[in-house]
C-alpha cells in the first residue's frame, strides 16, 4: 500500500514539474534569442532593455496562420483523417 501511495505521489509531481520546466526552457531559449539580436544591433542600457522586453512579449504568428492552414487543408475529410493530417501538418516545419 505504501508503495502504490508513493507512486501516485511520484507521478503526480512528476506530471507537474516537466510541462513548467518545458516552459522555462522555451523562456531561456527565448531570453537567449533576444539578446543575441540586441548584440547584433550593438545596444546597450535602456535601448538594450527596451528591446529585448519586446522581444520577449512578441508572440509569434506564425504558429495562427499554421493552424488556420492546416486546418484549411482538412476541410473536407472525415474527423479521423483530418485529426491525423493536422498533425502531421502541425508539425512539419
Same mark, same amino acid.
Request: hydrophobic content about 40%.
Given at each position: 500500500?505504501? #508503495?502504490?501511495? @508513493?507512486?501516485?505521489?511520484?507521478g @503526480? @509531481?512528476?506530471?507537474?514539474?516537466?510541462?513548467?520546466?518545458?516552459?522555462e526552457?522555451?523562456?531561456?531559449?527565448?531570453?537567449?534569442?533576444?539578446?543575441?539580436?540586441?548584440?547584433? #544591433?550593438?545596444?546597450?542600457?535602456?535601448?538594450?532593455?527596451?528591446?529585448v522586453?519586446?522581444?520577449? #512579449?512578441?508572440?509569434?504568428?506564425?504558429?495562427?496562420?499554421?493552424?488556420?492552414?492546416?486546418?484549411?487543408?482538412?476541410?473536407?475529410?472525415?474527423?479521423?483523417?483530418?485529426?491525423?493530417?493536422?498533425?502531421?501538418?502541425?508539425k512539419?516545419a
Open positions: 500500500m505504501n #508503495k502504490l501511495l @508513493i507512486a501516485l505521489v511520484v @503526480i @509531481i512528476g506530471s507537474v514539474a516537466l510541462p513548467a520546466a518545458a516552459a526552457n522555451k523562456q531561456n531559449t527565448k531570453m537567449t534569442t533576444c539578446q543575441a539580436q540586441a548584440s547584433e #544591433k550593438k545596444l546597450e542600457g535602456a535601448d538594450r532593455k527596451a528591446f522586453d519586446n522581444c520577449l #512579449k512578441a508572440k509569434p504568428a506564425k504558429s495562427q496562420n499554421k493552424m488556420a492552414e492546416c486546418n484549411a487543408k482538412t476541410k473536407g475529410m472525415s474527423k479521423a483523417d483530418a485529426d491525423k493530417a493536422r498533425s502531421e501538418c502541425m512539419a
